[in-house]
């Protein structure tokens, strides 16, 4: 069960991290977490590439410093409620589709499915990687799994 900590509500950095309080639920906190990235998606979709992945690659930055943050200040590796990294987790898996809710669903599905159950080398990494780049990049693998998924699907149908 996810117990996340009263700093949260206190502390920005824990509140990003924790994907603006959506890795506060007591349960599957990184499946909310994906899910409150979605209407974010929703805002980016129609950005050029160009500008969706500036936007993606930042926040991939700021979020490596905010998960290493945070997980230094709990004491704690890889918290649960540490969602940030399924934000953009998900925000790589949507790269390049044009938003509809049946898209954004799909994508959700995929992205949890590749982050759940981890295939290789995302397993490798998730369990040899420290600190908040560490805690993001398997995110990131599973993201570009799930894109390639995503682009797969569109381009056979």
């Given at each position: ?73 709990l004491g704690v590796h890889d918290h649960s409620g540490i969602v940030w990294d399924e934000f953009v987790g998900y925000w790589i898996t949507m790269a390049a589709v044009p ?59």
């Amino acid at each position: 069960m996810n117990r996340a900590p009263a700093s949260v509500w206190r502390r920005p950095t824990h509140f990003f991290a924790f994907g603006l309080g959506s890795g506060t639920v007591p349960w599957a906190p990184g499946t909310f977490g994906t899910l409150a990235a979605i209407p974010f998606y929703w805002m980016m979709a129609d950005l050029t590439l160009g500008w969706y992945l500036g936007i993606v690659l930042a926040a991939f930055v700021v979020g490596v410093w905010l998960c290493d943050k945070t997980s230094h200040d709990l004491g704690v590796h890889d918290h649960s409620g540490i969602v940030w990294d399924e934000f953009v987790g998900y925000w790589i898996t949507m790269a390049a589709v044009p938003f509809s809710w049946e898209a954004a669903l799909w994508g959700f599905v995929v992205f949890r499915i590749f982050d759940v159950f981890k295939p290789w080398p995302i397993r490798w990494a998730d369990r040899r990687v420290a600190g908040g780049f560490g805690i993001m990049i398997d995110d990131v693998m599973a993201g570009v799994y799930a894109w390639s998924t995503m682009h797969l699907w569109f381009w056979l149908h």
